[in-house]
């Protein structure tokens, strides 16, 4: 190029000039987009945490008017296991119970044990199809610790008008917005031989079912523990033991395949490098049971381990429930977040933890959202 003459005007860039502007450019577009995501990522926070407040407002005004945490059946009778056969989860439980859609029908060796619940139960199922105009979805569950087999029906049409209570409708104590409740809901709810022509389980592993689900503002379901009793280990132990907490149909999340919207698998495999949920479902090492200790238990307990080398699980409960939100990376206490080695960044197992007071201190240390509620 031939330099300008002196008092020449300049009309054009050198490549320099314009690799300089375009560095600068994707420079201050990277510093943007990091701002914009935080931005966006505590908005969603500030989001969940609406949500949880209106679910927690709502089980406290249902305990005030009826005495008795919501649930439509014990949480006993809730399945366990992996998601497969946990078809009703405990958040499931509570929201049936708070915006209605749901009858049950208590049975003994096939006796129902009250004859007006049998009977409301068979009149809403049988008119489902001449009011709604689909088919309801019935199934039934079993409380094998007092041999009692509940008959549930849901109408998906009816959930959200309110419930229907020892005779007495009642207006919903729940009613969220429309992009707080899952939308990937399937046809049908237990895994069934008798599924549609082309129609399998992959949508119930996956862990959807038509049961409505409360979702956080990234679109993952939102869990809730609830306490059944205040004295007793946090979690469930020896047999013959009953805990303050039961973790009865939790497993239908983390044990899903690819849940939610962001469709995460929720397993937490030590040998899959750093993914998966530290609670999840095939964890080693009491992962699992030390991080679900520390979420339910006061901060004041400490994780003790018995006499004979096993965690006793004894302490105080934190609260009546507890709500849980994975957070932006959508998996709940995410084994890539947490304690792990500075070396190999390899999570570090709660069995090199050392016995300490500020142990719940760790649950700082990811980006899930939790809330606390009731007494």
């Known amino acids: 190029m031939t330099p300008p003459h002196r008092g020449q005007r300049r009309t054009a860039f050198t ?11 994707g420079v201050l577009a990277g510093i943007l987009l990091v701002a914009v995501g935080g931005a966006t990522n505590a908005a969603r926070a500030m989001r969940t945490k609406a949500t949880m407040e209106s679910l927690s407002a709502a ?30 989860t405990n958040t499931q439980n509570i929201l049936l119970h708070l915006m209605g859609g749901a009858r049950v029908s208590p049975m003994s060796n096939d006796i129902p044990l009250s004859p007006s619940l049998e009977a409301e139960y068979n009149r809403f199922k049988d008119a489902a199809v001449s009011e709604d105009g689909v088919e309801p979805l019935s199934f039934t569950l079993t409380d094998s610790d007092h041999d009692i087999t509940y008959q549930v029906v849901v109408r ?42 082309g129609e ?54 983390l044990g ?13 495999r030590s040998g899959e490098s750093a993914r998966g949920s530290r ?14 200790y520390l979420l339910l238990s006061h901060p004041a307990m400490r994780w003790e381990y018995g006499d004979e080398g096993d965690p006793d699980y004894l302490g105080t409960g934190r609260s ?21 080695d500075d070396t190999t960044g390899v999570p570090i197992p709660p069995d090199e933890f050392p016995a300490s007071e500020n142990d719940h201190d760790r649950l700082k240390e990811f980006d899930d959202i939790v809330m606390y509620g009731g007494s």
């Open 15 to 25: 490549l320099v000039e314009i690799l300089v502007v375009i560095a600068l450019i």
């Open 59 to 88: 089980i406290d005004s249902f305990v005030l008017e009826h005495g008795t945490m919501p649930g439509i059946v014990p949480i006993a009778a809730l399945h366990t296991g992996g998601s497969a056969d946990a078809w009703m």
């Open 156 to 197: 998906t049409p009816r959930i959200g008008e309110g419930p229907w209570i020892n005779g007495q409708d009642y207006s919903p104590y729940l009613s969220p917005k429309e992009h707080e409740l899952l939308e990937q809901w399937v046809w049908g709810y237990g895994n069934s031989s008798e599924l549609p022509d």
């Open 200 to 253: 399998d389980n992959q949508a119930i592993t996956a862990g959807f079912t038509a049961l409505p689900d409360l979702v956080d503002a990234w679109g993952q379901p939102i869990i809730v523990f609830r306490r059944e009793r205040d004295s007793g280990p946090i979690l469930p132990g020896g047999p013959g033991v009953l805990p303050q907490f039961r973790l009865n149909g939790i497993d239908r999340y």
């Open 256 to 268: 899903a395949t690819n849940l939610g919207q962001l469709q995460e698998r929720q397993l937490c």
């Open 279 to 292: 609670i999840g479902d095939q964890c080693e090492s009491l992962e699992r049971e030390y991080w679900l």
């Open 320 to 340: 009546g429930y507890a709500m849980l939100s994975p957070g932006p990376d959508g998996i709940y206490f995410a084994r890539h977040d947490g304690p792990k």
